[in-house]
């Protein structure tokens, strides 16, 4: 079974740094697209950012863009979330996703994860 684990969450001042790590314990890590979502208490699930098999595409949010980084090590079968910056809106449990990649993959879309970790908090004060 395919299982995620995220670490790197935790108590953070606005305008600070944090990277978020995911480890998945698979075989076959590079035939997986990756996604970052985050869910504060009482909203949706949203999307953060999503990167691609071979970590040569990336997708981000538009909260997220020119403040976090998606990336990926397959040797190390690891994903990462840089996120810097931070703001108190970004106050939420992170979660790392996983699905099978397709040339139409929608990274955005929740619907084509398949595997989720157990999530992160992030808390970012003012």
């Known amino acids: 079974q395919l299982q995620l684990a995220e670490s790197g969450g935790g108590q953070a001042q606005a305008g600070d740094s944090l990277r978020l790590s995911c480890v998945l314990s698979n075989r076959r890590f590079t035939n997986y697209a990756m996604g970052w979502f985050r869910q504060a208490p009482g909203k949706e699930r949203e999307f953060v950012a999503g990167i691609s098999w071979s970590g040569g595409s990336t997708y981000y949010s538009q909260f997220a863009e020119d403040r976090f980084t998606i990336s990926r090590d397959n040797a190390q079968s690891t994903a990462y979330l840089q996120m810097n910056s931070l703001k108190p809106a970004d106050t939420a449990v992170y979660y790392c996703?996983?699905?099978?990649?397709?040339?139409?993959?929608?990274?955005?879309?929740?619907?084509?994860?398949?595997?989720w970790g157990q999530g992160t908090q992030v808390t970012v004060s003012p």
């Open positions: 996703a996983a699905g099978r990649n397709h040339g139409s993959f929608q990274y955005r879309a929740r619907s084509e994860y398949d595997h």
